[in-house]
Structures are given as C-alpha cells and as structure tokens.
C-alpha cells in the first residue's frame, strides 16, 4: 500500500519562506513522477509542480510560482518544495501526489494521472 504523508506546512507572514516535505512509503517502482498540488477551498487543485525520479525533469505550473517555489527530489520516494517570498494568495493546502508515469508523457497539471495522494498540510500566509 502505498501512503504520502505531507510536512511543513504553518503560518507565516507575506515575505516569508516555507518548506514542505512529502515522504513516501511502499513505493516499489523508482521511476516515478511526484508533484505538487494546491486547493482552496471552493476550488479544484491547481499543479503547482512536479518532479521526476531522476531529476533530470522538472515542471512548474503556474507562472505565479516561478522563481519563487523550488522543487526537488532526494530520493526516489521524498519531494520537497522550497517556498521562498510567500504571498497570501500563495494560502492553500498543498498535497503531493505520485504518478507512476514518466514526468515527460503526463499531463503533469491532471490531477488525474496521479494514483496516490496524501492527506495535504496547510499553508497560510498573512500579510
């Protein structure tokens, strides 16, 4: 059975910097695609980024985030995603997903082509 569980969520001022951590367990299959998700409430989630196993591919999916969200692989089964100069609109609980399908051939913004997902952790950010 294979189970996500998100860290680092909280809250932190407009400016300031956050950062989660997805940890996977019974994951069997080193060549994956894990990603990151965000939802407000009374919306559906919107693909924040992904990442492949291998490192060698990496996806940011909205423009909002770009150059200020950074994430990363240490290990077939872990992602993280570095938060830095966080804006209130940035205020959602994220979730990390895993696909079993290479980054490269997935719609990596579908939440749909992810199999697992955890259970989300919080980020608020005031002003």
């Known amino acids: 059975q294979v189970r996500l569980v998100e860290s680092g969520g909280g809250s932190v001022q407009a400016g300031g910097s956050l950062r989660l951590s997805c940890e996977a367990s019974?994951?069997?299959?080193?060549?994956?695609?894990m990603a990151w998700f965000r939802q407000v409430p009374g919306k559906g989630r919107e693909g924040v980024a992904a990442?492949?196993?291998?490192?060698?591919?990496?996806y940011y999916g909205d423009s909002s985030v770009k150059g200020r969200f950074t994430i990363s692989r240490d290990s077939a089964t872990s992602v993280s995603l570095q938060m830095n100069s966080l804006k209130p609109e940035d205020t959602a609980m994220y979730y990390c997903?895993?696909?079993?399908?290479?980054?490269?051939?997935?719609?990596?913004?579908?939440?749909?082509?992810?199999?697992?997902w955890g259970q989300g952790t919080q980020v608020t950010v005031s002003t």
């Open positions: 990442m492949s196993s291998t490192s060698t591919w990496k």
């Open positions: 019974g994951i069997t299959d080193s060549r994956n695609c």
């Open positions: 997903a895993v696909s079993f399908e290479l980054c490269a051939t997935i719609s990596h913004s579908d939440e749909n082509v992810y199999s697992y």
